[in-house]
């Protein structure tokens, strides 16, 4: 028994930790492997990119000082490329904690907080470490429900939290319907429009949602580095929304919150063009590669617009899960995501792809 628990906020005292993928040498330690292959945690497989690679190695020797404490340079880079104001810009140790920030500066324990089945679980965790009551909104083919959720909003409602393309169902709104659902918000509801996976969204369907603020003062849009980019191991992610949100969410962010490799290997990777468009055709040839093979072995799956799929085992998960690490691949299982069926599977390379799939095929056959 914890003694300090009954010191504890009362959200705090009932909170489940978020449990990340499992790391590759936690199981080589456990089962003896040399080689494992990690396709959980929707990380970027292509590894650091030579730009980036540079720019690190170039700030290496300033690493006694601090970092700028207001990212003056990542701002300038992210407001000349998104044509938003430096001013609109929060940098974050990854765009989770400027969802953070926005629960500790405008959430209190007599709120609630809507968001969707199957949405990213940093929702819950962080409603009730504020204290606040969660309105889950069931899923619509396993994607938000905007009409629902609107319905669920009372006069209680602080924050609505959507993720597009949502994980792990890899789910897409439409710009037009998601728009619509923004402007429908009473003003005094902030929504938080989370789009972690913005660069893997094919162009002709992407949301163009970052001058949306402008109209729309209560949205509040975030994105990462972590994933397209590559900088998962960098944390370092960024919000954009009107200038008085943002103001009041600068006043809250720690001082020095985004690390100085971090803000060089951002600055870096937003202008290494040739990575990423690397990344998004490796990404669009791992979903076909994924997909077809689902497809032969009579697995249905969730379209995804991420850089991973959500694929239907037709049973219990788990035990897949389970077998899988036996032959050294790391898959997700999202049971606690209201999905126990499921496996979410994060795009690899084309070698990595296929360990999964011939392990999977070995899996469903008893091997």
């Known amino acids: 028994m914890n003694k300090f628990l009954e010191l504890a906020l009362a959200g705090v005292q009932q909170l489940v930790p978020y ?98 089945q199957h949405a990213f679980a940093l929702y819950p965790i962080l409603t009730q470490a504020v204290g606040a009551t969660a309105r889950v909104v069931p899923a619509k083919d396993f994607g938000h429900d905007l009409t629902a959720m609107l319905a669920a909003v009372t006069d209680k409602t602080r924050v609505v939290f959507i993720a597009n393309p949502n994980n792990p169902t890899g789910t897409l709104l439409a710009a037009d319907a998601l728009e619509q659902f923004v402007s429908a918000l009473p003003s005094r509801v902030l929504c938080v429009l989370d789009e972690a996976y913005h660069e893997f969204v094919a162009p002709a369907v992407r949301t163009e949602s970052l001058h949306w603020p402008q109209r729309y003062p209560n949205l509040i849009v975030t994105r990462t580095f972590s994933k397209a980019y590559g900088l998962a191991g960098l944390r370092i992610g960024y919000g954009v929304s009107s200038l008085e949100v943002a103001d009041l969410l600068n006043r809250v962010r720690q001082p020095f919150n985004s690390n100085m490799l971090a803000l060089a290997a951002a600055e870096a990777a937003l202008g290494d063009t040739e990575y990423l468009a690397e990344t998004l055709a490796a990404n669009n040839a791992g979903m076909a590669q994924l997909t077809a093979a689902f497809k032969i072995l009579d697995l249905p799956w969730i379209p995804s617009s991420g850089n991973f799929v959500s694929v239907d085992m037709k049973q219990a998960a788990m035990p897949l899960y389970q077998a899988l690490l036996q032959k050294g691949v790391i898959v997700r299982p999202v049971a606690n995501y209201e999905m126990p069926n499921h496996l979410r599977v994060s795009i690899g390379t084309e070698r990595e792809n296929r360990i999964f799939i011939d392990a999977l095929t070995q899996v469903l056959q008893g091997v």
């Open 19 to 116: 449990v990340p993928g499992k790391p590759v040498e936690e199981l080589q330690r456990e089962l003896g492997l040399s080689e494992v292959i990690k396709l959980a945690s929707n990380e970027n497989p292509l590894g650091t990119g030579t730009k980036v690679a540079a720019a690190i190695q170039a700030t290496l020797p300033e690493l006694t000082r601090y970092p700028d404490g207001s990212g003056f340079a990542l701002k300038t880079a992210l407001s000349d490329k998104l044509a938003v104001l430096p001013e609109q810009i929060t940098l974050g140790n990854g765009s989770s904690e400027i969802l953070e920030l926005v629960m500790r500066t405008f959430v209190t324990p007599e709120h609630e907080i809507v968001f969707s």
